[in-house]
């Protein structure tokens, strides 16, 4: 095509003929611009207004529109300025206050997440998450970071997150022990302290308080083990020269003998002694009500600041359905399950079968596990008898924690304590289904070469030298100490290696977890009228069968809220047109037709525990509670006068939402 073909062509397209003059030409110019600007205001119009919801699995899901990086630990100022600036990014879906101070006057922020525009956060079911309630466990917070910013970013682009956020309300708390955790993070510290909080102690008896703590000696902003050397010690440098490790029953060791004195520190007040009045105060997960002791949560329940905290605001908002509790280490999905039923030793092992006609035998729970695991490896199944009014808690944590060990994969479910812990508060106390996540766990489960169960000491070197390529190990070197002369310190791990992963470990940790939470979210109960069916019983009279379901695994109440009577029952409301009336039943009545009945005589007798599922209305008003996984029709005897007429279903829960149905009846 000639350079002249073309342009012609192309004012053919904007039908403008070609230009005869510099006037023409000018002109042209004007009405291409002003078409230029047009469509390209329509082209800006389209990319605003379009749809984000992204649909492939490859696409984009709205990271990049907060970016953060996943691949460090934050310090406290840090990670509490990033929950304010999620805030102001998303100031429709996110707010952050602080729910109090702690004892060295940190504000304990917490971030409540929902669309704003589809309820107050009150109005709807709650989900709270906290972490690092032990100072050491601030792989916690990043988790509870990580879920926030999931929640967000992705509302835009991902229908499920969008479901939860416009439904549900996500309240968390990153930090609850602030103090300790800022000093891990910012500090030099053995993975192991500071772990409590900051309450002053006088451990040694002098009249001091905190003032032997452990102290980065050599400088080099981490903390080891320091040694000396000792003819008589039980140590030895390792063949690499990397660890110490024992002698053994070696009698005369031709090499050097050292002996270990503790963590790094010094004698800062002249007693002959090294770190013997350390930071600490009482354990805070040993600090809530329920099962308190004062062995392990002293002074007294509620006595820190931080679970005080924590507590009061879950105590104050009801709706909280079901609590997370972020800690570490160990890999393990803890839940807190109704306490057991006293019960005989010889019975302890055994739970019941179906298993072909008549009675079933008695199988063991590790049989009849290993019967589930040939259909599903993440069944899980759990030796506890529990009081029947109980049951369906025990029978819903089961199946929760069934899905957590898939969705963790090499996370293994167990039930959690009692002793003034967080999840048997939030439990028993509350009526929250309880859950506390042991992360992480060391890396047992890479580094365990040959298969036994356990990482030795060479594959635990084997794991940081050739996947953390060596970063990850603090080599033993000579130092001179003020108080103790010539020294070794060191063959140790660093700080994030055992209890809290390696920073490029985080990510996948958090994002595993944080489907586990929505995922839990997605089975808060949903209350549904799926049928309103008539059966014509002539001259005017009318069974109504409503039939109300719940699809999700979690029930409208737990039993332990049912008990503790924290919110009302469910409601099933009938109502009619003028022509109708109800006919009210006594629960005692049949309300089955008497030519379905089996055995049940001519009046067709059938209790409300028969296999129908049916129940009788009683009235126009009907108290219910409904479980999770369960549908139950009501049955209601009308007379109809006259010609159409209607009836109309409305189920009303506190938690589980509300569901309408009308329908007619014709004459």
Same mark, same amino acid.
């Given at each position: 095509?000639?350079?002249?073909?073309?342009?012609?062509?192309?004012?053919?397209?904007?039908?403008?003929?070609?230009?005869?003059?510099?006037?023409?030409?000018?002109?042209?110019?004007?009405?291409?611009?002003?078409?230029?600007?047009?469509?390209?205001?329509?082209?800006?119009?389209?990319?605003?207004?379009?749809?984000?919801?992204?649909?492939?699995?490859?696409?984009?899901?709205?990271?990049?529109?907060?970016?953060?990086?996943?691949?460090?630990?934050?310090?406290?100022?840090?990670?509490?300025?990033?929950? *304010?600036?999620?805030?102001?990014?998303?100031?429709?879906?996110?707010?952050?206050?602080?729910?109090?101070?702690?004892?060295?006057?940190?504000?304990?922020?917490?971030?409540?997440?929902?669309?704003?525009?589809?309820?107050?956060?009150?109005?709807?079911?709650?989900?709270?998450?906290?972490?690092?309630?032990? =100072?050491?466990?601030?792989?916690?917070?990043? #988790?509870?970071?990580?879920?926030?910013?999931?929640?967000?970013?992705?509302?835009?682009?991902?229908?499920?997150?969008?479901?939860?956020? @416009?439904?549900?309300? $996500?309240?968390?708390?990153?930090?609850?022990?602030?103090?300790?955790?800022?000093?891990?993070?910012?500090?030099?510290?053995?993975?192991?302290?500071?772990?409590?909080?900051?309450?002053?102690?006088?451990?040694?008896?002098?009249?001091?308080?905190?003032?032997?703590?452990?102290?980065?000696?050599?400088?080099?902003?981490?903390?080891?083990?320091?040694?000396?050397? @000792?003819?008589? =010690?039980? /140590?030895?440098?390792?063949?690499?020269?990397?660890?110490?490790?024992?002698?053994?029953?070696?009698?005369?060791?031709?090499?050097?003998?050292?002996?270990?004195?503790?963590?790094?520190?010094?004698?800062?007040?002249?007693?002959?002694?090294?770190?013997?009045?350390?930071?600490? =105060?009482?354990?805070?997960?040993?600090?809530?009500?329920?099962?308190?002791?004062?062995?392990?949560?002293?002074?007294?329940?509620?006595?820190?600041?931080?679970?005080?905290?924590?507590?009061?605001?879950?105590?104050?908002?009801?709706?909280? $359905?079901?609590?997370?509790?972020?800690?570490?280490?160990?890999?393990?999905?803890?839940?807190?399950?109704?306490?057991?039923?006293?019960?005989?030793?010889?019975?302890?092992?055994?739970?019941?079968?179906?298993?072909?006609?008549?009675?079933?035998?008695?199988?063991?729970?590790?049989?009849?596990?290993?019967?589930? !695991?040939?259909?599903?490896?993440?069944?899980?199944?759990?030796?506890?008898?529990?009081?029947?009014?109980?049951?369906?808690?025990?029978?819903?944590?089961?199946?929760?924690?069934?899905?957590?060990?898939?969705? /963790?994969? %090499?996370?293994?479910?167990?039930?959690?304590?009692?002793?003034?812990?967080?999840?048997?508060?939030?439990?028993?106390?509350?009526?929250?289904?309880?859950?506390?996540?042991?992360?992480?766990?060391?890396?047992?489960?890479?580094?365990?070469?040959?298969?036994?169960? !356990?990482?030795?000491?060479?594959?635990?070197?084997?794991?940081?030298?050739?996947?953390?390529?060596?970063?990850?190990?603090?080599?033993?070197?000579?130092?001179?100490?003020?108080?103790?002369?010539?020294?070794?310190?060191?063959?140790?791990?660093?700080?994030?290696?055992?209890?809290?992963?390696?920073?490029?470990?985080?990510?996948?940790?958090?994002?595993?977890?944080?489907?586990?939470?929505?995922? #839990?979210?997605?089975?808060?109960?949903?209350?549904?009228?799926?049928?309103? @069916?008539?059966?014509?019983?002539?001259? =005017?009279?009318?069974?109504?069968?409503?039939?109300?379901?719940?699809?999700?695994?979690?029930?409208?109440?737990?039993?332990?809220?049912?008990?503790?009577?924290?919110?009302?029952?469910?409601?099933?409301?009938?109502?009619?047109?003028?022509?109708?009336?109800?006919?009210?039943?006594?629960?005692?009545?049949?309300?089955? @037709?008497?030519?379905?009945?089996?055995?049940?005589?001519?009046?067709?007798?059938?209790?409300?525990?028969?296999?129908?599922?049916? *129940?009788?209305?009683?009235?126009?008003?009907?108290?219910?509670?409904?479980?999770?996984?369960?549908?139950?029709?009501?049955?209601?005897?009308? %007379?109809?006068?006259?010609?159409?007429?209607?009836?109309?279903?409305?189920?009303?829960?506190?938690?589980?939402?509300?569901? *309408?149905?009308?329908?007619?009846?014709?004459?």
């Amino acid at each position: 095509m000639k350079k002249t073909d073309k342009n012609n062509r192309i004012y053919k397209n904007f039908q403008i003929e070609k230009p005869s003059s510099i006037m023409q030409y000018l002109s042209n110019i004007r009405v291409i611009g002003i078409i230029l600007v047009f469509v390209m205001g329509m082209m800006s119009t389209q990319l605003t207004a379009q749809n984000k919801l992204q649909e492939s699995p490859g696409g984009y899901h709205g990271e990049l529109d907060f970016p953060v990086s996943w691949k460090r630990y934050y310090s406290y100022d840090e990670w509490t300025n990033m929950m *304010k600036d999620m805030a102001k990014k998303y100031p429709e879906l996110a707010t952050v206050e602080s729910i109090g101070q702690t004892r060295m006057g940190r504000d304990q922020y917490l971030l409540t997440i929902t669309n704003k525009k589809s309820g107050d956060h009150n109005s709807k079911t709650a989900m709270w998450v906290d972490g690092a309630v032990h =100072g050491n466990e601030v792989n916690g917070i990043m #988790c509870s970071l990580y879920l926030s910013w999931y929640l967000l970013t992705r509302y835009d682009y991902d229908e499920y997150v969008q479901n939860l956020v @416009d439904n549900y309300t $996500f309240y968390i708390l990153p930090g609850l022990n602030v103090d300790a955790n800022a000093s891990f993070v910012e500090y030099p510290n053995t993975a192991h302290n500071p772990r409590e909080t900051y309450r002053p102690e006088d451990n040694d008896g002098d009249g001091l308080y905190d003032e032997d703590q452990t102290e980065d000696v050599d400088g080099d902003g981490q903390l080891s083990y320091m040694y000396i050397e @000792d003819p008589k =010690g039980n /140590l030895k440098l390792s063949v690499d020269k990397r660890r110490f490790v024992s002698i053994g029953e070696e009698t005369d060791y031709p090499g050097m003998r050292f002996k270990r004195i503790g963590s790094e520190g010094f004698d800062n007040d002249g007693d002959g002694r090294i770190n013997e009045d350390d930071i600490g =105060g009482p354990d805070p997960n040993r600090n809530y009500p329920y099962g308190w002791v004062l062995s392990a949560g002293d002074p007294y329940p509620m006595s820190e600041n931080c679970t005080r905290n924590a507590y009061n605001f879950q105590l104050t908002h009801p709706n909280i $359905f079901a609590s997370f509790h972020y800690h570490n280490t160990g890999r393990l999905i803890m839940f807190q399950a109704p306490q057991p039923v006293k019960k005989a030793s010889t019975q302890q092992s055994q739970v019941s079968r179906p298993y072909g006609m008549g009675r079933s035998p008695r199988m063991s729970v590790a049989d009849r596990l290993v019967e589930m !695991r040939k259909t599903n490896k993440y069944a899980q199944l759990f030796d506890r008898q529990v009081p029947r009014e109980f049951q369906h808690d025990m029978d819903v944590q089961t199946q929760i924690v069934t899905v957590g060990a898939r969705i /963790l994969k %090499n996370y293994r479910p167990t039930m959690a304590g009692l002793t003034g812990q967080a999840p048997a508060s939030s439990y028993h106390m509350l009526g929250a289904y309880s859950y506390l996540i042991e992360l992480w766990g060391s890396p047992a489960f890479d580094a365990d070469v040959d298969g036994d169960g !356990r990482v030795s000491a060479e594959e635990n070197m084997d794991w940081i030298d050739i996947e953390l390529t060596g970063e990850g190990w603090i080599e033993p070197h000579k130092f001179d100490h003020p108080d103790l002369g010539e020294i070794w310190i060191g063959g140790s791990a660093k700080k994030h290696i055992g209890r809290t992963p390696p920073a490029r470990y985080i990510e996948p940790e958090a994002l595993k977890n944080a489907q586990f939470v929505m995922y #839990c979210a997605s089975q808060f109960p949903k209350v549904e009228l799926s049928d309103i @069916d008539f059966t014509d019983l002539g001259d =005017g009279l009318f069974w109504v069968d409503i039939t109300v379901k719940n699809d999700r695994t979690y029930p409208t109440a737990s039993d332990r809220n049912k008990k503790l009577k924290r919110i009302g029952k469910d409601k099933l409301l009938f109502k009619s047109s003028n022509n109708i009336e109800l006919i009210p039943m006594d629960e005692k009545l049949p309300i089955v @037709d008497p030519l379905e009945s089996r055995g049940g005589g001519m009046f067709g007798f059938r209790s409300q525990s028969s296999s129908s599922g049916m *129940k009788p209305g009683t009235g126009k008003e009907v108290e219910l509670w409904i479980n999770g996984k369960s549908s139950t029709t009501y049955r209601y005897l009308v %007379n109809k006068k006259g010609g159409n007429g209607w009836v109309e279903a409305e189920v009303i829960s506190e938690r589980g939402g509300t569901a *309408k149905k009308k329908v007619e009846i014709g004459s």
